[in-house]
């Protein structure tokens, strides 16, 4: 199973994916981060990618959204601008879940204005 994920590179949060997914040949993990990567000796196993906000990154992201995954899994749920990446560029086939942190993100959603709305509906 090949698989995208989306979050911190970081973090304790995140350490137990790491260390799965670095013992588990049947996945294939592509894990996209934005800044510091602190799981640089899990890059045997995992694929990282760092992205930013620049063009070139951009387009390396969306490149990578594009390829042919069978679960985009966006963890945190934050960011609007992955939102509408991962919805505009998945492919069609792929699953798409997010694992919502905290209540800021729900919280956001039930706002009465464009942001909120946006939330919502992803």
Excluded: C
């Excluded at 137990?16 to 013992?23: K, T, V, Y």
């Excluded at 990567?37 to 992201?61: A, G, Q, V």
Aim: charged share 25%; hydrophobic share 40%.
């Amino acid at each position: 199973m090949k698989i995208l994920m989306f979050g911190p590179a970081h973090g304790h949060n995140m350490h137990p994916f790491m260390e799965f997914f670095s013992a588990n040949d049947e996945y294939k993990l592509t894990y996209a981060y934005f800044g510091k990567n602190e799981f640089e000796r899990f890059k045997e196993k995992i694929k990282f990618i760092e992205y930013s906000k620049t063009p070139f990154s951009l387009i390396k992201l969306i490149n990578e959204i594009r390829s042919d995954y069978d679960l985009i899994w966006h963890q945190g749920g934050y960011s609007l601008y992955l939102f509408f990446l991962i919805y505009i560029y998945s492919r069609k086939n792929a699953v798409i879940t997010t694992n919502i942190w905290g209540e800021k993100v729900p919280r956001m959603s039930l706002e009465n204005n464009v942001k909120g709305r946006l939330y919502h509906f992803f």
